[in-house]
């Protein structure tokens, strides 16, 4: 592509977090960018505003229930209307020279696989695919020469400093983790935590799932199992440091001595940007760092006793094949539990544990298994939840 043709865009979860915040950097620019397809789940008000703003050529509802809302919404607009997983695969499946895989949880798994099988730019958001599926997304995305860019704050940050023709001189990638709102909270105030204290993120504003998952520190667990893929790392060669101001995003260390970071304000649209732009670079709104003004960065190790989903994401990446799988599984159950008020925060733990000693751990063979062992996962976690229901 030259810088006078527009970019093809798809966003797959428009509607979300990282999904508007695409949209938002889009908007600034907005005749570089042609919107083939936007996606949400249920929320059509949302996708209607976004649809009437950027006249993308397709709009999909995931809730089939919805179809009707956002055909009548949309009518005479020349927009094609869907609903289904089958159409979201579909849309992600369009011809597009950049997607954006935004959908949260497992559900992002068929889309986001069918547009790696694009070989087009695959903006990466969605970490639960590479935790579920990390070999078969892999093999994708090498056999069809796409592009896999990675959006979260961590690994963008990690792309902008890893020299793959250095990989040898790599000693380890550090994960840099904010801590999230309980860092300082002892178990026995965790006891009681809300969903609305946990979707407060003292630093990032995100998803009402990734916040809980950053609360229990499960999201950091799932990207050091996203960071062994993406940059084919063993799990002993990647650290986790806490960080609670959240300016450097992570980092590399190599074997000379040499530590490089990526810095920047706490906003995603700095990483998103990063990906919109590649292999250039672009303006972003967010605030640029004032370093008079940063008065110290601190540093800290995990404590695995008040937050053990660390131990768990590691002991499933050592075990391999559909251990990650059954994580992820037994914690986007736990997590929907958790903030339906079925179940109190620590009991998160609780299910995921339980849970992954249950077994279901193979090798993973292909998708039709992966959904298999999911579904079998998925069904004993509710199980799990059942007698911890309040
Ligand atoms: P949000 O919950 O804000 O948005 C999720 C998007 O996915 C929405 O468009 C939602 O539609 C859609 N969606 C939800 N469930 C389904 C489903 N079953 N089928 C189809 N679409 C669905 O999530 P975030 O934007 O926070 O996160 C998206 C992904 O990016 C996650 O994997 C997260 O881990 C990752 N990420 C997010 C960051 C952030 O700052 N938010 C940072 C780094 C990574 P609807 O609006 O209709 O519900």
Request: a negative charge; hydrophobic letters at 45%.
């Amino acid at each position: 592509m030259n810088n006078t043709e527009k970019r093809r865009v798809t966003i797959l979860g428009s509607t979300g977090s990282v999904g508007t915040q695409t949209l938002d950097l889009i908007a600034r620019d907005a005749q570089r960018y042609d919107i083939v397809a936007l996606t949400a789940n249920r929320n059509v008000k949302e996708l209607v505003r976004q649809a009437l703003a950027v006249k993308p050529h397709l709009a999909v509802i995931a809730d089939e229930t919805k179809y009707k809302d956002l055909k009548d919404a949309l009518a005479g607009e020349n927009i094609e209307i869907a609903a289904g997983k089958g159409a979201l695969v579909e849309a992600a499946q369009r011809p597009s020279d950049w997607v954006m895989a935004a959908i949260v949880g497992s559900a992002g798994l068929p889309p986001t696989l069918a547009a790696a099988r694009t070989g087009s730019i695959l903006a990466f958001a969605n970490k639960e695919t590479l935790v579920c599926a990390g070999p078969l997304m892999m093999d994708l995305v090498a056999k069809e020469g796409c592009k896999l860019l990675p959006v979260d704050s961590e690994h963008n940050a990690i792309y902008q400093v890893f020299d793959e023709t250095q990989r040898d001189s790599v000693d380890r990638l550090i994960l840099t983790a904010s801590g999230g709102p309980f860092r300082t909270w002892t178990r026995a105030a965790m006891k009681d935590i809300t969903p609305a204290q946990a979707c407060h993120h003292p630093v990032w504003a995100m998803g009402a799932k990734i916040s809980v998952d950053s609360a229990t520190m499960m999201n950091k667990a799932l990207e050091v199992i996203e960071a062994a893929w993406l940059f084919n790392m063993p799990e002993k060669q990647i650290e986790v440091v806490v960080h609670p101001q959240s300016v450097i995003h992570s980092m590399v260390a190599y074997k000379d001595g040499s530590t490089l970071a990526q810095l920047g304000t706490p906003d995603m649209r700095i990483p998103i940007g990063y990906c919109l732009a590649w292999p250039q670079r672009m303006k972003t709104p967010a605030a640029r760092l004032d370093f008079t003004q940063i008065n110290q960065l601190t540093f800290e190790a995990p404590d695995p006793e008040r937050f053990p989903a660390l131990r768990l994401g590691r002991e499933a990446l050592r075990l391999g094949g559909t251990a990650p799988l059954v994580l992820n599984a037994a914690n986007e159950i736990a997590v929907q539990a958790f903030l339906d008020g079925q179940i109190g925060f620590l009991d998160i733990e609780k299910i995921i544990e339980t849970t992954l000693q249950q077994g279901f751990i193979t090798s993973l063979e292909s998708l039709d298994q992966l959904f298999e062992v999911d579904e079998k996962a998925r069904a004993f976690a509710r199980s799990v939840r059942q007698s911890l229901l309040r």
